[in-house]
């Protein structure tokens, strides 16, 4: 079967940099969060505390610890509203969204796969005993 994307292995073969920028990327978008919060932000700005609900399970120090890295990356961007009560929005920015389709190809791909995986890991460990 031909891939029309080269395998990571011919991307990374010759240059330690592409491994290194492959490495970097995925540690920032495959962390626990960054893929939920990038989708949240699909189809509109969210404010932090729509975004908090919108993610389960996250704390509000882990969710403005994932936004700054996001913001910093330059996948979110971050725009402030002089208004009272002050009021802060999080925009995908271009680049964020040139990330979504591979985001979402992921999270399709682990819903698609997750009873499989589980069920994986639980003849894994029952071999295990």
Known sequence: MTHPIPAIREMCHDEQHQLGAVRDVLDRVC????MLVLGMLEREPMRFTALHRAVPGISQRMLTHTLRNLQRDGLVSRESFAEIPPRVEYTLTRLGTTLLPA???VATWAIDNHEELQQNRDAYDDAQL
């Open 31 to 34: 962390d626990k969060w960054s």
């Open 103 to 105: 985001v979402l190809a």
